[in-house]
């Protein structure tokens, strides 16, 4: 879990109000993260684009490196043709 500093929370009510200020603390790198809070519980966090960008990347390659993984897995396993699928439980090709 992410902690998140005093300085670093800010209400829904209090964004509205300084959405201009509390952007451009991002924008500028002032501020790495920007958490908002609603009813006293954290609801979404506020980054810079280019953090974002980089965050959604990594995902992207950690979500190829998990479907590699699971084709190399699948390369090791016995598979059989679909003709000997269909022959093994019996069905022709004109019975699709």
Do not use: C
Not at 39 to 51: Q, Y
Not at 64 to 78: C, G
Request: no cysteine; net charge negative.
């Amino acid at each position: 879990m992410v902690a998140y500093t005093r300085d670093e929370i800010i209400s829904t009510t209090d964004l509205a109000r300084n959405v201009a200020t509390t952007l451009g603390q991002i924008v500028n790198r002032d501020k790495e993260k920007i958490a908002i809070s609603k009813n006293n519980k954290l609801e979404a966090v506020l980054i810079n684009i280019d953090e974002y960008e980089r965050l959604k990347e990594a995902q992207e390659i950690l979500e190829h490196l998990e479907i590699a993984k699971l084709v190399d897995s699948r390369k090791e396993s016995s598979t059989i043709s679909f003709e000997e699928l269909l022959e093994k439980e019996g069905v022709s090709y004109d019975e699709l």
